[in-house]
């Protein structure tokens, strides 16, 4: 039986997960989102257009492949169907690539409403959530009160609905939060209907069926590992398993089906919102790579922050997800750099460790190695051996610390750009 390949982010998101999958999706027949929500925004630029992906696979760009919304995913009617339309009017036929599982969990309208209420509840201790329902909608998956996609089928599910909207709207009255949701309402039983036009299947049958016939799947993951809800710099992180594990859960796959764990990295970090980042640069370096690199948040807009390469959150990443294969990505954001650096490790209070800690809120001064700058354009470089030696030491310098190989490098925003070793 064939096996599922994985594709995630190594860090704390923004890795450019969306570009890989379109350029890895010609040799797969299914791909499937398995977790996040609308609150992730997947770039993928090609032909001189460029497509901002919420909810939507990234393979939806390839011809003929089957794309599927899994279980682990939270749907937002409204957000959905402006994606989906937004896609028609550049010529892609969703509705005979896009299946959506039965068991995918709906953002109602109160959802947006408990977002903003719980962040401004928070005080001064907001975790920078995007406002879009996410975290209340799988909070309610977990309380088991949630609405998930298969009961848009059922004939109750306007009285399901209702009950759901009235919990909602006793704990907004407790947080002296605002509760009209009316005109919001009207526009997402809109979309409902136009979200019943797609194919809504029993998704884990379907990925379970299309292995046994030998077809060849990817699973595509949202946000980065360092956001996972058990494994990320908790409480700074999302509401799902972002990590490899999450494949199992978010789409009905057993753990002895999966294949390859591609593992994306920037050639730097970056990170959106607040939350510990130990490599943080707060100076002109920091400014630099944000202008060069436009990091910019693909669905807030949000400034990104920008820091070196942490090489012990990254080994912790590929531990946990079991990486097999590392693709790093802007790589070209640094042709003009002097100096790069890569922190290899921590010193918290006076003790020096390689291992990622439960706390890193707290004093952690990363410990650096320093690299010479490459100072050339690498987006004209279209093999390995092309490159400067000063890039070639910088990647086999993070292959022999992480013992994985570094197998494609990203030159640039579109798809030809990028190289596979």
Known sequence: MKKVDVILGLQWGDEGKGKVVDVLTPAYEVVARFQG???????????????????????????????????????????????????????????????????????LPTHRLLDAAYEAAKGSSKIGTTGKGIGPAYTDKVSR????????????????????????????????????????????????EYLKSFRIIDSEYTINHALAEGKSILAEGAQGTLLDVDFGSYPFVTSSNTVCAGVCTGLGVAPNRIGEVYGIFKAYCTRVGSGPFPTELFDETGARLRDIGH???????????????????????????????????????????????????????GHKTDEFPFDIEGEVKPVYKEFPGWKCDLRHVKHYEEFPAEFKQYVEFIERETGVPVKIISVGPDRSETIVR
């Open 37 to 107: 929500g609308p609150n992730a925004g997947h770039t993928l630029e090609f032909n001189g257009e460029k497509y901002i992906l919420r909810s939507i696979p990234s393979g939806i760009f390839q011809g003929g492949k089957t794309n599927i919304i899994g279980n682990g995913v939270v749907l937002d009617p409204i957000l959905f169907r402006d994606e989906a339309e937004a896609l028609a009017a550049s010529g892609h036929d969703l509705r005979k690539q896009l299946c959506i599982s039965k068991k995918t969990h709906l953002i």
């Open 145 to 192: 009160t949630g609405m998930r996609v298969g009961d848009l089928l059922r004939p109750d599910f306007r009285q399901i609905y209702e009950a759901a909207k009235a919990r909602h709207e006793i704990t907004l009255r407790g947080l002296n939060y605002p509760c009209d949701v009316a005109e919001l309402e009207a526009k997402w039983f809109d979309a409902v």
């Open 295 to 349: 990091e910019y948040g693909a669905v807030t807009g949000r400034e990104r922050r920008c820091g070196w390469l942490d090489l012990v959150a990254l080994k912790y990443a590929i531990m946990i997800d079991g990486v097999t294969q590392l693709i790093m990505m802007k790589a070209d954001v640094m042709n003009d750099f002097d100096t790069i650096r890569i922190a290899t490790a921590y010193e918290i209070n």
